[in-house]
């Protein structure tokens, strides 16, 4: 492996997709449809893949509606190591026997299906375009294991509040296929309407635990805070006590290094009880997985600060568009809304460079793409999270987009779901 190259590639192969699913970021976007360009891919493939150690066939689309992703195969067969990784995404609903067999006489080694749930009539409603033909897909590519390396079946599942009581079914319907692994991610509000389908929330760990007692008496606590205080301009003598309680939450969040945001706390309490229920189906899926012997990648209920990470640059990853340009990571391919912390944010798309007239060497080596992945190696520590933050309920500027954050970093990684595990990557 080259160490002036990425280890993971990416590609975009198309953004056209046969389903219209209600979470996709494709229902509040406006983007030219298009295919990656074969030719622009053979250019990719020679350059870079006797570099790399996986590659990566999925974007914002279905791969499967590519015209050519047969021949896309073959280039890949052709420049990549024999050591090598091809792994896809796909809906399912068009990977029939005929196209899985000759998918398979390339080295794909891994094939996740994206299913939130068995029961067909459900996952039509969440995912337009669905039909019973798809967990027939799904059965029969089980079937198919061990044929030319390929190895690995997984399943992906993005987890709501319409579906969350699914989640048992998904393992089990794993478990009597011989699936290998199932990846949890929560949904990503890209509009204010499905907001109510969240299942978590974005006040860390470390802030929850010292709030418990605002969380527990809302606005009521503050209230009774400010009237000591006024009571006391007016002469009275009665104790401080609400108001020295909130004065010791905060002074114990400064001494951790951790905000308090009361409004985002009071929203949260009104969901309180759908994210117990959460946490307590985690527990029972986790236990369940355990005795299936199935590998359950489950994301955060409550993210914690200290633990916020980048897992494309964990990984050395990069992902290419499919109009060739070369973006950090699968959030920002796309410029997007995003409803977060009860607030809009337009996250704008980022590119490096573009690989129809550079080198992806040059891209990934040049001083502003070194200089993004050398900042987010300590993202813990050196980017702000505004889940946190009181300013990001209340049109903070430095929410509005992710230009910039208020630590002084572009683009700004403030509010990325991702880096607290709450949205999952896979790579």
Same mark, same amino acid.
């Given at each position: 492996?080259?160490?002036?190259?990425?280890?993971?590639?990416?590609?975009?192969?198309?953004?056209?997709?046969?389903?219209?699913?209600?979470?996709?970021?494709?229902?509040? +976007?406006?983007?030219?449809?298009?295919?990656?360009?074969?030719?622009?891919?053979?250019?990719?493939?020679?350059?870079?893949?006797?570099?790399?150690?996986?590659?990566?066939?999925?974007?914002?689309?279905?791969?499967?509606?590519?015209?050519?992703?047969?021949?896309?195969?073959?280039?890949?067969?052709? #420049?990549?190591?024999?050591?090598?990784?091809?792994?896809?995404? !796909?809906?399912?609903?068009?990977?029939?026997?005929?196209?899985?067999?000759?998918?398979?006489?390339?080295?794909?080694?891994?094939?996740?299906?994206?299913?939130?749930?068995?029961?067909?009539?459900?996952?039509?409603?969440?995912?337009?375009?669905?039909?019973?033909?798809?967990?027939?897909?799904?059965?029969?590519?089980?079937?198919?294991?061990?044929?030319?390396?390929?190895?690995?079946?997984?399943?992906?599942?993005?987890?709501?509040?319409?579906?969350?009581?699914?989640?048992?079914? /998904?393992? $089990?319907?794993?478990?009597?296929?011989?699936?290998?692994?199932?990846?949890?991610?929560?949904?990503?509000?890209?509009?204010?309407?499905?907001?109510? $389908?969240?299942?978590?929330?974005?006040?860390?760990? &470390?802030?929850?635990?010292?709030?418990?007692?605002?969380?527990?008496?809302?606005?009521?606590?503050?209230?009774?805070?400010?009237?000591?205080?006024?009571?006391?301009?007016?002469? !009275?003598?009665?104790?401080?006590?609400? #108001?020295?309680?909130?004065?010791?939450?905060?002074?114990?969040?400064? $001494?951790?290094?951790?905000?308090?945001? =009361?409004?985002?706390? %009071?929203?949260?309490?009104?969901?309180?009880?759908?994210?117990?229920?959460?946490?307590?189906?985690?527990?029972?899926?986790?236990?369940?997985?355990?005795?299936?012997?199935?590998?359950?990648?489950?994301?955060?209920?409550?993210?914690?600060?200290?633990?916020?990470?980048?897992?494309?640059? &964990?990984?050395?990853?990069?992902?290419?568009?499919?109009?060739?340009?070369?973006?950090?990571?699968?959030?920002?391919?796309?410029?997007? =809304?995003?409803?977060?912390?009860?607030? %809009?944010?337009?996250?704008?798309?980022?590119?490096?460079?573009? /690989?129809?007239?550079?080198?992806?060497?040059?891209? +990934?080596?040049?001083?502003?793409?070194?200089?993004?992945?050398?900042?987010?190696?300590?993202?813990?520590?050196?980017?702000? +999270?505004?889940?946190?933050?009181?300013?990001? !309920?209340?049109?903070?500027?430095? !929410?509005?987009?992710?230009?910039?954050?208020?630590?002084?970093?572009?683009?700004?990684?403030?509010?990325?779901?991702?880096?607290?595990?709450?949205?999952?990557?896979?790579?």
């Amino acid at each position: 492996m080259n160490p002036d190259m990425p280890q993971i590639i990416q590609v975009d192969v198309t953004n056209h997709c046969n389903f219209s699913c209600v979470m996709c970021l494709r229902q509040s +976007w406006n983007e030219v449809l298009q295919h990656f360009s074969v030719d622009v891919y053979q250019k990719v493939a020679k350059e870079n893949f006797p570099f790399i150690e996986k590659l990566l066939l999925y974007g914002q689309g279905e791969p499967l509606v590519h015209p050519a992703f047969l021949q896309i195969l073959e280039i890949s067969q052709k #420049y990549l190591v024999k050591e090598a990784e091809i792994a896809f995404t !796909t809906n399912g609903s068009l990977l029939h026997p005929k196209i899985a067999d000759k998918i398979l006489k390339y080295p794909v080694k891994e094939i996740v299906f994206s299913l939130d749930t068995t029961d067909i009539l459900k996952l039509k409603k969440i995912r337009r375009g669905a039909t019973p033909q798809l967990l027939e897909n799904i059965a029969y590519l089980t079937k198919l294991k061990g044929k030319n390396g390929f190895s690995r079946i997984g399943i992906e599942t993005v987890l709501m509040k319409s579906n969350l009581h699914d989640l048992l079914n /998904v393992i $089990e319907y794993a478990a009597q296929l011989d699936i290998d692994f199932i990846v949890v991610s929560h949904l990503i509000p890209y509009t204010e309407n499905i907001q109510d $389908e969240v299942l978590y929330t974005t006040i860390s760990e &470390e802030s929850w635990e010292i709030s418990k007692l605002i969380l527990e008496q809302g606005w009521d606590i503050i209230k009774k805070a400010t009237y000591e205080i006024f009571e006391t301009m007016l002469g !009275t003598s009665n104790p401080l006590t609400a #108001y020295y309680t909130l004065n010791s939450l905060w002074k114990e969040a400064r $001494e951790k290094n951790v905000d308090i945001n =009361p409004p985002l706390l %009071f929203e949260v309490k009104d969901r309180l009880p759908l994210i117990q229920e959460a946490q307590k189906i985690f527990h029972d899926a986790q236990k369940m997985a355990t005795e299936y012997g199935i590998t359950v990648d489950l994301p955060k209920i409550v993210p914690k600060i200290e633990d916020r990470h980048c897992p494309y640059i &964990e990984r050395n990853a990069t992902v290419i568009k499919v109009t060739g340009d070369v973006a950090p990571c699968f959030n920002y391919l796309y410029t997007h =809304p995003l409803y977060i912390n009860n607030h %809009f944010r337009k996250e704008y798309a980022i590119s490096f460079g573009n /690989v129809r007239n550079q080198s992806l060497k040059s891209i +990934w080596n040049s001083k502003r793409y070194t200089d993004f992945r050398k900042k987010l190696k300590t993202l813990n520590r050196d980017l702000p +999270w505004c889940g946190n933050c009181p300013f990001s !309920t209340a049109n903070c500027f430095y !929410t509005e987009t992710n230009s910039y954050d208020c630590y002084g970093n572009a683009p700004g990684c403030n509010e990325c779901l991702f880096s607290v595990d709450i949205a999952k990557c896979l790579l």
